[in-house]
């Protein structure tokens, strides 16, 4: 076994040589980079996982949880070999000021099924589904996609946490709340969580009850593990997924619904928020508190109001004044996208953006 291997130092990195571990041990990282500089137990965790031309956009994620967040952050970010080094040299220059730390991984499926795993939906999204496997030592997980933008502190989702009840094991919000223009209830060819189905691109995990519980499945009448019930449900459902993990995932809370906890679509705003006009109550009355900008909106010009927010946040200096160098260049672009249905709701996503940036200099005037 590979659990013993890692190596942890400050800024430098030792590669595992390949015959060291066996390709059964993948659930252990064989070679990682880990930077620590706080106290585990202090720390809230945050994943992702980075593959093909996905560093900038991550890069950009890991900013904005930076820069709004109170307790210390340790971040686990899977990604293909060839992004490591890049990923590295990135994070060593961040200002971390002694609250963040990260480890990188390699990507890792089990090797029966490798290739399968990989290919699923897009390249490595699937690998979201082994976390609660492979990150053995974890009790809690906050997982997101490349495209999230935090708008406020990592802290606020982390305290879900705490309004589990004694069957709850996950969070997510609805893939839709309008349901006249949701795809799980007018196309899905498989059971989906709920009316409009959810979306996994923000999934706060309490990964020691994932890996405890036993779920009901319509594969057999015995409640299978987590580790246990991954690959019969890709078998028999893999001709009718169309969003891969998400579907996968739908399906198990469509027999297991005790187990999730539902949060509201402001923690998981998405262009269908907006698009056909806005349908989130919730982000219209206290502003969007994470922006999921999927389809690609971050880098054309289909939803420039996502867009601008991305950029602005990829191009904010670290020690800047946030007023100056962030809040009022965004303002000035989200202005200019009103001819659009999300841009004629800009303001919701500076809202709570200009709250985040207010509790910090709060935060500070208090030292």
Known sequence: RCKNLSVSFWNSYWMLPSDVCGMNC???????????????????????????????????????????????LQFHIFAEDQLHESFKDVLDDFPYEGKVNYTLYPITFPTESAAEWKKLFKPCASQRLFLPLILKNVDSLL???????????????????????????????????????????????????????????????????????YF???????????????????????????????????????????????FP??????????????????????????????????????????RAVYEAIKNYSFGDDLVRSLLQPLELELRKTTHTYCGRVYKMFTKQLTKSVRDVYSRKSKG
């Open 26 to 72: 993948f659930w252990e990282a064989a070679f990682r980079y880990d930077y620590t500089k706080t106290h585990p137990s202090e720390k809230m965790h945050l994943a992702v996982v980075a593959c093909g031309e996905r560093l900038e956009e991550t890069v950009a994620m890991l900013r904005s949880a930076i820069i709004f967040s109170i307790k210390p």
């Open 143 to 213: 997982y997101v996609d490349t495209d999230i933008l935090f708008l406020r502190p990592v802290d606020d989702i982390w305290s879900f946490l705490g309004k589990f009840n004694s069957t709850q094991i996950a969070a997510m919000a609805p893939e839709h709340e309008e349901p006249r223009i949701g795809w799980y209830n007018r196309f899905a060819r498989h059971p989906y969580y709920g009316v409009t189905g959810i979306n996994s691109g923000v999934m706060l995990m309490n990964m020691t009850r994932i890996r405890r519980k």
């Open 216 to 262: 009901k499945n319509d594969m057999t009448p015995v409640r299978l593990q987590w580790g246990e019930i991954l690959m019969p449900l890709l078998k028999k459902y893999k001709l009718n997924i169309t969003w891969g993990d998400q579907d996968l995932l739908n399906i198990m809370f469509f027999h297991n619904p005790e187990s999730l906890y539902v």
């Open 265 to 306: 679509c402001q923690w998981n705003y998405r262009p269908d928020h907006c698009i056909y006009g806005s349908n989130c109550k919730e982000a219209e009355e206290e502003g969007i508190f994470i922006l999921h900008g999927n389809r690609g909106v971050y880098h054309d010009e289909k939803q420039p109001t996502f």
